[in-house]
């Protein structure tokens, strides 16, 4: 593998004081790569996963580097329906690609990395995100198609590599060197100044169409961009803060994110929310306060992600600057599960926390998952009966999954409980992966299905759910996402039916042998 790339020699006409001849970066493909149907798998979604219902997040981390080289483009493929197929032939016309990974989407990545060196011999490959920055060692000895990988942050790495700048002095950066022998350059600080950041929503403006986008617990169509960086918190399972943004919170200055939120509202009129994807938008009072102060003149329709520590006064601030909804991890309904995984909040603030969103008029859409260290089947229905107690607008259960690069991963790897790196069903679908004595991983599939039960077919939800669609006129969407969750959970139940079947005769072939 070479050490160092030769910038292309552009030959352009004098334009914006720039003379002909001047060197140009590689021209560069930032991919979010095609995967399993209706996969979310990287850049900005928190559980990498085929969703039950079809969603799309923003690709925010390959914006950045996206905005800061000439020539180059970002591909979203997932949203944009874009094939492998269509990737591979668009990729002949770059000299430089940064695909970013994620764990479920490891192998099917690797495969599309080969075809695109295959049909393109001479572009450089660099893979970004979570998987190679916890293991890139694994990631350069698996795929010979990669040139090189970097860890952790990687805005500036890439940049200075499309710039020309050789591996050996690329901070953040593994490669293998000419003797094919794997180098660790050293860690690359994180970055501090967010102001010197390009803006995401340009790049959304000139790459992508943001109708593609939908979340069903938000406006259609929405625009998500970052205020921050970081999350202080120590929730053992979250992924990116242990394995990518760190948790150092950096922070733009709130004139800063009010120019940019200006300059979107001009330019996506159609744009009927934008959404804060921080890891923790509101963790510090004043500061949001400050930026609500600047966000209220714009008139916008606006939601976040919020802990719920978050005071009465900074929600009040919020809701008066345009908040409409707020994604909380409540996690766990348990407080013994709330310490094991750090998570930093009692079940008490949560229930504090709603009543005051819900005087307030903030909606809020509450995240739980299942699987978490410690959990009982008696912790599962505590959890149940406490989501119901907090009666929000629309929640989400997921498996837990316990990701390389976090604590919750070594703690189930030091354990032996993990059934199945591979944490899905083959088709990109959440699958339970960890089985702790005396539940059995088909259990926790389906007491996630019975937590949906419980919950949205009690009149009042039921009611909710109803009036919703008659009011904002959306009985067609609203059609469509049940039956694609009743597809999965269809899947999953066979798969659990087929997880049980196995274990039984399991047993059947034990008892048959020790007779």
């Not at 293991?135 to 805005?155: G, M, V, Y």
């Not at 744009?271 to 714009?298: A, G, H, M, S």
């Not at 329709?301 to 900074?314: G, K, L």
Request: hydrophobic share 35%; net charge negative; proline share 6%.
């Amino acid at each position: 593998m070479v050490h160092s790339v030769v910038r292309r020699q552009a030959t352009h006409r004098v334009q914006n004081g720039k003379m002909d001849g001047i060197d140009m970066p590689l021209k560069t493909l930032l991919l979010n790569p095609p995967s399993f149907e209706n996969f979310d798998g990287g850049a900005s979604s928190r559980w990498p996963a085929t969703r039950e219902i079809e969603s799309y997040w923003y690709p925010v981390w390959l914006a950045y580097p996206a905005g800061m080289l000439e020539g180059s483009k970002l591909l979203d493929a997932p949203p944009h329906h874009v094939s492998a197929e269509e990737t591979i032939e668009m990729a002949k016309g770059y000299e430089f690609l940064v695909l970013f990974t994620s764990t479920v989407g490891w192998a099917g990545d690797h495969g599309l990395a080969r075809a695109i060196k295959s049909a393109n011999p001479t572009i450089k490959i660099c893979f970004v995100g979570p998987p190679v920055t916890t293991d890139p060692d694994r990631a350069l000895n698996e795929c010979e198609a990669i040139d090189f990988i970097c860890r952790r942050e990687f805005d500036f790495s890439v940049v200075e590599y499309a710039n020309g700048k050789p591996l050996n002095e690329i901070l953040g950066i593994s490669y293998k060197d000419a003797s094919g022998v794997i180098q660790h350059n050293p860690d690359r600080p994180q970055v501090e100044d967010l102001d010197a950041m390009p803006w995401a929503t340009k790049i959304y403006k000139r790459d992508m169409d943001v109708t593609r986008y939908n979340v069903p617990f938000l406006l259609h169509p929405y625009i998500a961009l970052y205020s921050t960086r970081g999350c202080p918190a120590q929730c053992t399972f979250c992924l990116w803060p242990q394995t990518l943004s760190g948790h150092a919170w950096r922070k733009r200055s709130t004139d800063d994110v009010a120019a940019e939120l200006k300059w979107a509202k001009e330019n996506f009129p159609d744009v009927k929310e934008f959404f804060f994807d921080d890891d923790t938008f509101n963790i510090q009072q004043n500061r949001t306060i400050e930026l609500c102060e600047k966000l209220k003149p714009l008139g916008l329709t606006w939601s976040c992600t919020s802990r719920v520590t978050t005071s009465r006064d900074t929600l009040k601030a919020m809701k008066e600057a345009g908040c409409r909804l707020l994604i909380v991890g409540f996690e766990s309904g348990d407080p013994q599960i709330l310490k094991n995984i750090k998570k930093g909040a009692t079940v008490e603030r949560a229930r504090e926390f709603v009543k005051d969103c819900h005087d307030l008029g903030l909606i809020i859409h509450a995240d739980f998952i299942l699987g978490l260290p410690g959990e009982t089947k008696e912790s599962i229905w505590n959890t149940i009966n406490f989501a119901k107690q907090l009666d929000c607008e629309t929640i989400q259960v997921s498996v837990a999954h316990a990701y390389p690069g976090t604590e919750f991963y070594d703690f189930a790897k030091r354990n032996d409980f993990i059934t199945n790196e591979n944490m899905e069903d083959g088709g990109g679908h959440q699958m339970a992966h960890i089985e702790y004595p005396g539940l059995p991983t088909e259990y926790v599939m389906e007491m996630v299905h019975k937590f949906y039960d419980e919950y949205y077919f009690r009149p009042k939800a039921a009611f909710r759910v109803v009036w919703k669609a008659i009011v904002n006129r959306d009985v067609p969407r609203l059609y469509v996402e049940a039956k694609s969750f009743m597809k999965l959970r269809s899947q999953r139940n066979k798969a659990a039916r087929a997880k049980k079947e196995e274990n039984a005769l399991k047993a059947q072939e034990s008892v048959s042998m020790n007779a």
